[in-house]
């Protein structure tokens, strides 16, 4: 069975630091790898997906099929980055059944 | 707002009671997932419908039972409502029962059980 790692349930930065929120998984494959954010107040939404190899709001995440990682990172981070991130993961080919991760809290302070 | 909406918002009730949360997908999604977060379990997949048949069963009780009916709108049926039902249940929807539909995710119902 899937399971997705988020090791950490809070970081807090000061703003302009870097910022990596660490996703392990375990599946015996090639899954599909997300990351969702869930911003104050706001719904969860899609920050990227690993197969689209792009960054969103400065973010960026590589897939360590070698350490089963897909960590999240950012080289300097800003206030309005403060919310929930969540990791997940999808086995090919399936219907799209998520796996998520019990999700980091990011916050960014001055 | 043509987002998947999510109603009630919060919804307080005893225990062993019966609730139904209600989900409107997406317009033109025809895929409806619901998920159960509580503090220490993070998002826990419940169920996936796709155009009105079940179409993936992930960690859902069977004291929960959930519907799609032929206008997309889903159901998720709560019953016998214990302490530990206490989350909150979001619902979301794509537009393709596999692949790589992203997930679009309403705004969650609060449920407590008192």
């Known amino acids: 069975a899937q399971r997705v790692t988020q090791p950490e349930k809070l970081l807090s930065v000061f703003k302009g630091a870097p910022v990596e929120l660490k996703c392990n998984y375990s599946?015996?494959?090639?899954?599909?790898l997300f990351w969702y954010v869930q911003y104050s107040r706001q719904r969860l939404q899609l920050l990227l997906r690993h197969i689209s190899r792009e960054s969103i709001k400065g973010f960026t995440a590589d897939l360590n099929k070698g350490e089963t990682s897909f960590h999240l990172k950012k080289p300097f981070a800003q206030e309005e980055d403060s919310a929930m991130y969540y990791c997940?993961?999808?086995?090919?080919?399936?219907?799209?059944?998520?796996?998520f991760g019990t999700g980091t809290r990011l916050q960014v302070t001055l | 707002d043509s987002g998947v909406t999510q109603t009630p918002k919060h919804l307080i009730t005893a225990t062993g009671q019966r609730v139904t949360l209600r989900c409107s997908p997406r317009s033109g999604d025809l895929s409806v997932y619901w998920y159960q977060q509580s503090l220490d379990q993070g998002l826990q997949f419940l169920i996936q419908y796709y155009n009105g048949e079940e179409r993936a069963k992930g960690n859902i009780l069977e004291r929960f039972s959930a519907q799609q009916f032929p206008d997309l709108h889903s159901e998720l049926n709560l019953s016998s409502l214990e302490l530990g039902d206490s989350a909150l249940y979001f619902c979301?929807?794509?537009?393709?029962?596999?692949?790589?539909?992203?997930?679009?995710f309403g705004n969650g119902t609060r449920l407590t059980v008192t």
């Open positions: 979301a929807s794509s537009s393709r029962a596999g692949g790589s539909g992203t997930l679009h």
């Open positions: 997940a993961l999808r086995p090919p080919g399936t219907a799209s059944k998520l796996t």
């Open positions: 599946y015996s494959g090639s899954p599909e």
